[in-house]
């Protein structure tokens, strides 16, 4: 290996290699609009912005409401 000319094997590694997968796949983020419906009994209400759907319970059989589109 020569010395002092920069080509040795530091600086070799695996950074900067842009191999990152980005953001975490299988998300979804369905935005502000939208519903929130009963995955029991069908029932869909409209969805309240910053308010999770899976803590919402459904006004017709009790059971908590889960995303829609």
Known sequence: MPRGD?????????VGRG???G???GGFNAGPGGYCVCPKC??????VV???C???KCPK?????????
Request: glycine content about 28%; hydrophobic content about 20%.
């Open 6 to 14: 920069g080509t040795g094997p530091m600086g070799q590694g695996p």
């Open 19 to 21: 191999s990152g997968l």
């Open 23 to 25: 953001r975490k796949p």
């Open 42 to 47: 069908g029932e869909q209400i409209q969805h």
């Open 50 to 52: 910053g308010t999770p």
């Open 54 to 56: 899976n803590l919402v």
């Open 61 to 69: 059989c009790g059971g908590f409401m889960t995303r829609g589109v």
